[in-house]
């Protein structure tokens, strides 16, 4: 490990600790919130409990499902953008401003449209994720370097083959960016969708948990959906290390 | 001339969202969606209404604050993580990490800490903002270019000379686009969290509305909201397209 890494490992493991050794001494009231170590036993116990199973499976089930959705879609419609400039700059406004309109607002809208139920929460999580890839892809196709388009042309590649060889491994970097945005946005969406309008799945639970005062209970679970987050970012990151090393990057 | 050309995507935009609207509002009716017109009229009465003001206000100095810390901080933050390069190293992942963690599982843990009402929201609103302008400045820091500082020395610049003169034009636009995505980003924190557990603001208004289903008010604080949003993010990226293009020349 570098220099950095290791100062790194030693400021997180210095800041968990200050926090427990904080919580432990009574410092900070575990009313605000419990020790780190507590929140890892409460996030095994409700685990092994299987209390929550249903709401983690409906959670989880719908945050793919919204995941999947932005990912491919937005995919497909950057690319039809990319193709397309006059209609691109018809939408670029709307694009470069997406993440400042209250989705939320949209919401009784959809729950008219598609029933109650986890359909509404999937469709907002899928709009709220989608465009993050949208402008990913763009961004990627964007920066393709001219050099190698070229080349591409003096090899006379086939367009099929000029999209498979060169543009999408060019463009692969932005395209993961955007693989971890629509990730995250997948998860605000469906769990910012539970907190106010649903009654049950995880985000339910928290806001349920916190309403009743239940800090263990409410630091177990938003751990443990904290820790579904970082390890598919981990997984996602780990991939584009392997990329990256293969071209000798 | 020109002044047309640029103007015709938005307007295109604008002209298609509310045809979409309205055919919306003809197939799921008037207790899904309103039509453009009817609403757009109650908008602005509502807007001259007196008990509207303390919402807009309340909702308004959130954002401010919000952006402020998030602007001041982000910028001083990533100026010294910039200026020294093992720190950067070492705070980067960590960064990026926390950015891309879906935050609004941590809301719950905000509003223990700072208490409802004002403060939350605020301190929701900066943590959602501060980190994409610590990311961009550090990286604009970090990539001011070598010649330009021994230049500066060269000419014996005074390091007040040398930060008005060099430094200040060089990292610039990249410190700007950073602010403009944090701008977003802290009015998404600061509209998420008044959706939960608040008593003022226009957040407020919307879950009220949301619970009584009073759709005029929904539709209406939602476009009030996108208006806002679009308007200001439009003027930020001209303002960010003209400084990069200063920079490039």
């Known amino acids: ?25 009574g410092v900070i009231s575990p009313k605000l919130v419990i020790a780190p170590s507590a929140m890892v036993e409460s996030m095994v116990e409700l685990l092994a409990s299987g209390e929550f199973n249903d709401d983690i499976s409906q959670t989880l089930s719908s945050v793919g499902i919204a995941m ?20 691109r700059r018809t939408f670029d406004p709307f694009l470069a401003a997406y993440y400042s309109l209250p989705h939320f607002a949209f919401y009784p809208l959809l729950i008219v449209i598609f029933g109650l139920g986890a359909m509404p929460l999937i469709v907002l999580a899928t709009l709220f994720a989608m465009v993050a890839m949208i402008m990913a892809t763009l961004g990627g196709l964007d920066r393709i370097p001219r050099v ?102 | 001339m020109t002044a047309i050309r640029s103007l015709r995507g938005p307007l295109l935009l604008t002209v298609t969202l509310l045809v979409a609207w309205q055919i919306l509002h003809q197939w799921a009716g008037d207790t899904a969606l309103t039509a453009p017109l009817p609403t757009l009229e109650y908008m ?36 010294l993580l910039g200026g020294h390069r093992l720190s950067g190293e070492v705070a980067e992942p960590i960064l990026v990490g926390i950015y891309s963690l879906p935050k609004i599982t941590l809301y719950p843990v905000i509003l223990l800490l ?7 929201k605020v301190a929701f609103g900066a943590l959602h903002g501060v980190i994409p302008v610590v990311l961009f400045t550090m990286n604009a820091v970090r990539n001011v270019n070598r010649t330009y500082l021994r230049t500066g020395r060269a000419m014996r610049l005074t390091p007040a000379q040398m930060g008005w003169h060099i430094l200040i034009p060089a990292t610039l636009p990249e410190i700007f686009t950073g602010l403009r995505i944090g701008f977003s980003l802290t009015l998404l924190g600061t509209m998420l969290g008044e959706l939960f557990a608040s008593q003022r603001g226009l957040g407020f208004l919307l879950m009220t509305a949301i619970d009584l289903n009073d759709v005029q008010t929904i539709l209406s604080i939602a476009v ?21 293009r200063g920079s490039a020349a």
């Open chain 1, 1 to 25: 490990m570098s220099k950095a890494g290791w100062i790194r490992t030693f400021v997180l493991v210095a800041f968990f600790g200050t926090v427990e050794a904080l919580c432990r001494t």
């Open chain 1, 68 to 87: 999947s959705l932005s990912i491919v879609g937005g995919f497909v419609l950057g690319c039809v953008l990319y193709w397309l400039p006059p209609l």
């Open chain 1, 148 to 249: 190698l388009l070229k080349t591409a042309r003096m090899q006379r590649l086939s367009l099929p083959s000029e999209i498979w060889h060169i543009r999408l491994p060019a463009a692969a970097p932005h395209l993961f960016s955007g693989l971890k945005l629509a990730v995250t946005y997948s998860f605000i969406g469906v769990i910012a969708g539970e907190f106010i309008l649903s009654t049950s799945g995880l985000g339910h639970q928290i806001a349920f948990a916190y309403d009743n005062f239940d800090n263990a209970t409410m630091y177990g679970l938003i751990l443990f959906v904290l820790c579904i987050a970082i390890t598919f970012n981990l997984l996602v990151f780990a991939y584009e290390r392997r990329l990256a090393r293969q071209r000798g990057l």
């Open chain 2, 44 to 79: 602005w009465n509502m807007i001259g209404q007196k008990r509207f003001l303390p919402h807009l206000v309340e909702t308004g100095l959130a954002f401010a604050q919000a952006l402020a810390i998030a602007g001041l901080g982000g910028v001083g933050i990533g100026v």
């Open chain 2, 114 to 120: 700072f208490g409802l009402g004002m403060s939350a």
């Open chain 2, 224 to 244: 009030l909201i996108s208006l806002f949003a679009v308007a200001a993010n439009s003027i930020l990226l001209a303002i960010d397209r003209r400084l990069h």
